[in-house]
């Protein structure tokens, strides 16, 4: 009797044991694909990860009033309103933006000194979401996992190594020392002569070369500014990029062209089809100018940090940022996308510019518009 007793507890504490480490590493806060690094790192080998934080920062409302206070009565009463000029815009949206940052990174970096991560394994504290990314071993990451304050744990990892995998020729920009001539510079030159009023150019550089099957350049991104300039406010969406200037350039409306090397011609990306030069969205999107469509976090750069955010916002989990409208100086705006955060261009925000944003991601096709 006492032999079968004995048993049948060592088999209950054998199946607590198991259904505890079942808990520990199958917690719904860690992502498959985490899960997925851990089975395949070495035992105490870290590696990045990001953490999604439930962390305590004012909501919209409170920020507004922060603002409210901080600007005074008065001005709230004159500037406030339907009636806000530009300036009034940029006014407000720089004290709420420097107020949201100052609360979300200091909430972000409580949690990184409550959770004990050694300082030289945290990668980075978002100052625009709460969220850290940090080196981690699965110890860590089962125990960060138990903290109330973490909402979930995802890599990234894979993500990029499977866009890489999947677009082989990756892009390469070949640097150039500032004392050396662009390669194609007399040939832009020569294009400004055929002009019906030649302008002079005040500023050329290229920014990168395509490379074809036999690694010889077949098409450059170009940026060009000359002194005939029309005063006129001009903007565009390039690849996904929104470009806004003060003039109308010649002769790249925007500032940027393409010059076809194997065809021998400039064209001005803002008004002609650039489709047929391969990975010029990419490229784009990388190298050129003005603020990225989907670009949430505002680094400059699209990741699935962005697709999260942007989820996030689409649950009420999180607010758009302050400066997520797209507001030309002069009003007139030709596009659909009405936000930064509209990243399929229909006019809306939501679910759908997540979904559009993972397919770019993953370098799969969506539509726009």
């Given at each position: 009797?006492?032999?079968?007793?004995?048993?049948?507890?060592?088999?209950?504490?054998?199946?607590?044991?198991?259904?505890?480490?079942?808990?520990?590493?199958?917690?719904?806060?860690?992502?498959?694909?985490?899960?997925?690094?851990?089975?395949?790192?070495?035992?105490?080998?870290?590696?990045?990860?990001?953490?999604?934080?439930?962390?305590?920062?004012?909501?919209?409302?409170?920020?507004?009033?922060?603002?409210?206070?901080?600007?005074?009565?008065?001005?709230?009463?004159?500037?406030?309103?339907?009636?806000?000029?530009?300036?009034?815009?940029?006014?407000?949206?720089?004290?709420?933006?420097?107020?949201?940052?100052?609360?979300?990174?200091?909430?972000?970096?409580?949690?990184?000194?409550?959770?004990?991560?050694?300082?030289?394994?945290?990668?980075?504290?978002?100052?625009?979401?709460?969220?850290?990314?940090?080196?981690?071993?699965?110890?860590?990451?089962?125990?960060?996992?138990?903290?109330?304050?973490?909402?979930?744990?995802?890599?990234?990892?894979?993500?990029?190594?499977?866009?890489?995998?999947?677009?082989?020729?990756?892009?390469?920009?070949?640097?150039?020392?500032?004392?050396?001539?662009?390669?194609?510079?007399?040939?832009?030159?020569?294009?400004?002569?055929?002009?019906?009023?030649?302008?002079?150019?005040?500023?050329?550089?290229?920014?990168?070369?395509?490379?074809?099957?036999?690694?010889?350049?077949?098409?450059?991104?170009?940026?060009?500014?000359?002194?005939?300039?029309?005063?006129?406010?001009?903007?565009?969406?390039?690849?996904?990029?929104?470009?806004?200037?003060?003039?109308?350039?010649?002769?790249?409306?925007?500032?940027?062209g393409v010059y076809d090397v194997k065809a021998d011609r400039f064209i001005n990306v803002s008004i002609s089809d650039y489709s047929e030069y391969d990975g010029f969205?990419?490229?784009?999107?990388?190298?050129?100018?003005?603020r990225l469509l989907g670009d949430i976090d505002r680094d400059n750069d699209l990741s699935v940090i962005d697709a999260a955010f942007l989820q996030r916002c689409e649950v009420k989990q999180s607010d758009y940022p302050a400066d997520d409208a797209i507001i030309p100086e002069d009003g007139l705006w030709m596009y659909s996308a009405k936000?930064?955060?509209?990243?399929?261009?229909?006019?809306?925000?939501?679910?759908?510019?997540?979904?559009?944003?993972?397919?770019?991601?993953?370098?799969?096709?969506?539509?726009?518009?």
């Amino acid at each position: 009797m006492k032999k079968v007793i004995c048993m049948m507890m060592a088999f209950v504490i054998t199946l607590t044991c198991c259904m505890a480490a079942y808990a520990a590493t199958s917690t719904p806060k860690i992502s498959a694909d985490v899960e997925r690094k851990i089975s395949e790192t070495p035992d105490g080998e870290k590696f990045e990860v990001l953490l999604w934080l439930n962390v305590n920062v004012p909501t919209v409302e409170e920020l507004r009033w922060m603002v409210r206070q901080e600007l005074g009565e008065d001005w709230w009463r004159d500037h406030f309103g339907p009636n806000m000029t530009m300036d009034d815009v940029h006014t407000y949206d720089a004290v709420y933006n420097r107020l949201a940052k100052q609360y979300e990174t200091a909430a972000n970096q409580a949690f990184v000194e409550k959770s004990g991560i050694p300082e030289e394994d945290v990668v980075y504290i978002s100052t625009m979401a709460p969220m850290v990314q940090l080196l981690a071993n699965a110890q860590t990451i089962y125990r960060l996992a138990e903290m109330m304050e973490v909402e979930s744990i995802s890599y990234e990892g894979y993500q990029q190594t499977e866009e890489a995998a999947e677009h082989p020729t990756e892009l390469r920009a070949e640097t150039q020392l500032s004392s050396s001539a662009p390669l194609y510079q007399t040939q832009f030159e020569a294009y400004l002569n055929t002009l019906p009023t030649p302008p002079e150019f005040w500023d050329y550089s290229e920014l990168y070369y395509h490379k074809d099957k036999n690694g010889e350049n077949d098409w450059v991104l170009v940026k060009a500014d000359t002194n005939m300039e029309q005063s006129a406010y001009y903007n565009a969406i390039i690849a996904n990029r929104v470009i806004m200037r003060s003039s109308y350039g010649v002769p790249f409306s925007s500032g940027y062209g393409v010059y076809d090397v194997k065809a021998d011609r400039f064209i001005n990306v803002s008004i002609s089809d650039y489709s047929e030069y391969d990975g010029f969205a990419n490229v784009f999107d990388r190298y050129g100018g003005g603020r990225l469509l989907g670009d949430i976090d505002r680094d400059n750069d699209l990741s699935v940090i962005d697709a999260a955010f942007l989820q996030r916002c689409e649950v009420k989990q999180s607010d758009y940022p302050a400066d997520d409208a797209i507001i030309p100086e002069d009003g007139l705006w030709m596009y659909s996308a009405k936000y930064y955060s509209d990243f399929n261009r229909d006019g809306e925000r939501g679910i759908l510019d997540v979904t559009c944003l993972q397919r770019h991601l993953a370098g799969l096709t969506y539509t726009t518009g």
